[in-house]
């Protein structure tokens, strides 16, 4: 018995050991409110699971065969009272669940904005082989592998890829989501609390794919502003050249800042469907072949 409630405790340690930096342990309230939706869940499905484990058991000492009071019915066909309750408390939980991921689907739709009476700030995410562009076009910098942020307020993102599909998910802040080329996609993310996150791809995508990470610094708005005063001041231009060198394979690459960007960047990215080793055919405002 001793063991038994040894290995428990074990168990148990490792468990909420992983729950650390990751979905359960959020930072701003699109994962909050992600992380509520599961705990509803869990606690809906677990009303018909306990009782339904406590009663196997329950019917398995029961009838036992050296219990002697424990009727047996080998002539048992049908009971209605029996079926309907059988068949009533799955339907319920299955209408319980469904209707916590419906209003949780709608309420958490990745396009709808923050509510807010702060202007959100603006990122364009590429999703390179194997690396992350991070463009913020209203400050006219950009980063590889590491996004910085403010805190308290909200971060709308625009989101395509280079060429394969991959996939952008911060599990402190919420909301994994697609990149693909030639099409955008929108993020609406916020957090709460100053800190680093961890920042990955969930799409496996090649060689480099387990390298595919970035930290995200949530910092408070005046850091926020220094970083990129700071940012100005050092580091190359982002123009079509730089961005053909960087969309071109590579592993484990180190973060590292741009200082300035060519305007439109992101369109001509988009809009030139992204091959690997084809920059931009232009940089100027195009219409976006496709928007999800």
């Known amino acids: 018995m001793r063991y038994i409630l040894l290995a428990v405790v074990l168990v148990s ?10 979905v359960l342990d959020p930072k701003g309230p699109i994962a909050a409110a992600e992380r509520q939706i599961m705990f509803n869940s869990l606690g809906i499905m677990l009303a018909i699971v306990i009782p339904t484990i406590l ?7 029961w009838f036992r065969s050296s219990n002697k009071r424990a009727r047996y019915l080998p002539d048992f066909e049908y009971s209605g009272r029996l079926e309907m309750l059988v068949w009533s408390i799955p339907a319920m939980t299955v ?13 958490l739709d990745p396009r709808k904005p923050i509510v807010s009476t702060i202007k959100p700030v603006t990122v ?7 690396k992350w562009l991070f463009i913020y076009p209203d400050q006219g910098v950009a980063t590889v592998n590491q996004l910085t942020i403010p805190i308290g307020k909200p971060v709308s993102f625009e989101l395509t890829s280079s060429g394969v599909m991959n996939s952008f998910f911060v599990p402190q802040l919420g909301s994994q989501i697609y990149t693909m080329a030639g099409m955008v996609t929108r993020l609406q993310l916020q957090a709460d609390l100053p800190g ?6 969930a799409q496996y995508s090649g060689n480099g794919f387990a390298d595919m990470r970035f930290n995200v610094d949530a910092v408070p708005a005046e850091n926020f502003s220094q970083w990129v005063d700071a940012t100005h001041s050092a580091g190359p231009v982002l123009d ?7 969309a071109k394979p590579s592993k484990a690459v180190e973060p590292f800042s741009f200082g300035a960007v060519a305007p439109n960047l992101f369109n ?13 055919s232009a940089i100027h405002p195009m219409s976006k ?4």
Do not use: F
Not at 13 to 22: F, I, K, P, Q, V
């Open 13 to 22: 340690a490792a468990t909420l050991g992983g729950c650390t930096e990751g």
């Open 55 to 61: 009663a196997t058991l329950g019917v398995a000492y």
């Open 95 to 107: 209408l319980l669940v469904g209707g916590v991921a419906w209003v949780g689907s709608h309420d």
């Open 124 to 130: 364009q995410v590429v999703s390179l082989d194997w």
């Open 196 to 201: 680093t996150y961890r920042g990955l791809s």
């Open 240 to 246: 079509t050249q730089a961005y053909a060198a960087l």
């Open 268 to 280: 001509g990215i988009l809009t030139a469907g992204m091959r690997p080793n084809d920059p931009p």
């Open 289 to 292: 072949r496709a928007e999800k």
